[in-house]
């Protein structure tokens, strides 16, 4: 047993309120600079939809992370040592700035100094890149709240597992079904990003796991970005360097939570230390896509268990961190709970970012077009009768195999009528309890999830370890 910590967060989205405070917190601290408008850290995106880049999702097109090999150890997809010669000037699956989109201002001079006139000064639309006027026809949140209708939402690649019905409930309402999936690096425990450079610039630091690029040692190669499947690691165009998110180390040093977290208008965001076994990476990330949730979860270590507080301990990690992953909120939603999933775990970078994936309505319609009355309590069970489509969620948070998401969303729909049942009375106690037990739950663990939800302080969604203020403190220099 190899014992390591890592940083590890996680997203509740039935929270989150598709605000971008988190975007605009991290775009002004971060990515302020020539080179890096385009560049959003962290953003947040309308699902069903295309993303930031677009169609990110689709490695067939952009050949990010790891692929099973047949072999114990998986192999990059983006790169290798003789394709990173052949595609030195030129690298065919790299995402070009139309992905993304062109970064633009306006002409703000305009409208204080147009001569006096009848009509409004108007500020156009001038590029970033190239200083001229131009058109914007994307950005980073082009398709928010349905901008671009059901044009990009239909382009979705996890769309591609539904049947028609599905497809039909989900377009048929008013206003599409959707949600809002907040994204940033996920700091991952096998990153495809830190293999792919071959200048050695990418790591991952050994005291909290959060992955750094070093600035002195990169040399452009622009591999990590291919590499990285998340597209979460940029070219910066003027600088000639790669950058990304660094979950904001200096504020974590200073015992203080990312500024993207702190931000957060929904207190949706989690952050905490996970215990995890390292010698078994390689075997989890060669794991068969249906069984990736529950390896990546096995890998992770209870650090109330005595032998892993041992193990711990010998591998040099400090009594704070250990006693920071025994409070870790990340701890009890990813392995305690079994509510929060990774995303794209197919992808094999084990991401360290997971999701408590949303709850939708029920579903207005049958298949065989009648419409459905009396509808039941528990729309996650053998009907299938969310309106969100649970194929959907699983090609999204279980590499297509819905038991995981299936578990986790019917916990989190009988928490919600156990509340039912305590605030508004019309659910019994004891139907919601017959829920809770039928959704591998109990009244004490729907209290406990329902505080660290809803009722929990700052420090009990943001547990950091004192340590690593310490060890700033003590770094030279």
Known sequence: ??????????????????????????????????????????????????????????QEQYRGGWERTGSD??????????????????????????????????????????????????????????GKPMDPQAGPNWDDDLGGSAVYAAHDPNLDALTPFERQQLFAVERLIWFYLPRTCNHC???ACVAACP????????????????QDRCRGWRACVPACPYKKTFFNWQAGKSEKCILCYPRIEAGEAPACFHSCVGRIRYLGVLLYDASRVASVAAAPDDKLVEAQRSMILDPNDAGVVREAIAAGIPSSVIA??????????????????????????????????????????????????????DPFGDGDLARLPLKYLARLFGAGND??????????????????????????????????????????????????????AVDDRFV???????????APG
């Open 324 to 377: 920071s992953a025994q409070r870790s909120p990340v701890f009890r939603f990813v392995r305690e709970w079994k509510l929060a999933l990774p995303a794209h775990v197919e992808f094999r970078t084990l991401p360290m970012l997971f999701y408590v994936p949303p709850l939708s309505p029920v579903i207005a319609h049958r298949a065989d077009g009648g419409a459905l009355e009396n509808a039941p309590q």
């Open 189 to 191: 425990l096998n990153p």
């Open 403 to 456: 038991a995981p998401v299936r578990y986790a969303l019917r916990k989190e729909q009988a928490v919600r009528a156990y509340r039912r049942a305590v605030t508004v009375g019309d659910i019994t106690l004891d139907a919601a309890g017959e829920m809770l037990r039928s959704a591998d739950s109990s009244v004490e663990e729907a209290e406990a999830i329902y505080q660290l939800t809803s009722l929990c």
């Open 1 to 58: 047993m190899d014992v390591r910590s890592q940083l590890a967060m996680v997203f509740h989205l039935d929270k989150c309120l598709g605000c971008h405070t988190c975007s605009v917190a991290c775009k002004n601290v971060w990515t302020n600079r020539p080179g890096a408008e385009y560049m959003w850290w962290n953003n947040v995106e309308t699902k069903p939809g295309t993303g930031y880049p677009t169609r990110w999702e689709d």
């Open 73 to 130: 150890a998986p192999r990059l997809r983006s790169t290798s040592r003789l394709r990173m010669m052949a595609n030195i000037f030129h690298h065919p699956h790299m995402p070009t700035l139309d992905d993304y989109y062109e970064p633009w201002t306006y002409d703000y001079g305009t409208l204080f100094n147009a001569p006096e006139g009848p009509d409004q000064p108007t500020a156009r639309p001038v590029s970033l890149v190239t």
């Open 464 to 474: 950091i370890p004192s340590s690593y203020r310490e060890q700033a403190m003590e």
């Open 199 to 214: 200048s050695g610039a990418l790591h991952k630091r050994g005291e909290d796991g959060i992955v750094l690029i070093d």
